[in-house]
């Protein structure tokens, strides 16, 4: 099956961050990632965006400390949560899960409607500290949304590095 870079002739990737209600990990990824790709030779080249597994904050901003932890970082957001749609497997190059369970959902609905599963990963597989979850900080402190940003942002080089890598039509860089 055909990518949509591929079938559209396209020279941009589309990229995907999904967590459960798109307030907190997600956002801050999408973020994280559109600030490092406009910083890079990538700049015009990859769109990102985010959405949730869950309904439970459609059209809501991002948590505030979400937001507050994006601003000392210098990453700007304009948010509304929203859910995951099936056809976005065929309009998105890449779909990042921010943890395990959020990428078995992925990967079932995929199966579900025929869409490959390659193209679906966790972030974290990108951090040189190490595959694994992001873990949600919702419950929890603004020290705990400071330590999703770090694991974010340390995921970005050798994310920007896949993405070259698929823009170059050849073999992405492994996480």
């Known amino acids: 099956m055909p990518s949509r870079r591929e079938e559209l002739s396209t020279p941009e990737l ?9 307030i907190c990990r997600s956002p801050m990824a999408e973020a994280i990632l559109r600030e490092a790709v406009a910083d890079s030779d990538l700049a015009g080249r990859v769109v990102v965006g985010s959405a949730a597994m869950h309904a439970y904050h459609v059209g809501e901003d991002a948590d505030r400390r979400a ?9 700007p957001l304009a948010h509304r949560a929203r859910v995951f749609q099936a056809e976005w ?11 395990a369970g959020h990428l078995r959902e992925l990967r079932q609905a995929a199966a579900r409607v025929g869409a490959p599963t390659e193209h679906v990963q966790r972030i974290r597989d990108f951090d040189p500290a190490g595959p694994g979850d992001v873990p949600d900080p919702y419950y929890d402190t603004i020290a705990e949304f400071r330590d999703v940003r770090a694991m974010l942002e340390r995921a970005m080089p050798a994310l920007l590095e896949h993405l070259r890598g698929l823009l170059e039509g050849g073999a992405p860089s492994a996480p």
Do not use: K, Q, S
């Open 14 to 22: 589309r990229v995907l961050m999904v967590c459960t209600g798109n």
């Open 89 to 99: 497997f065929g309009t998105h190059d890449l779909i990042l899960a921010m943890d």
């Open 67 to 75: 937001r507050a932890v994006l601003d000392e970082g210098g990453y």
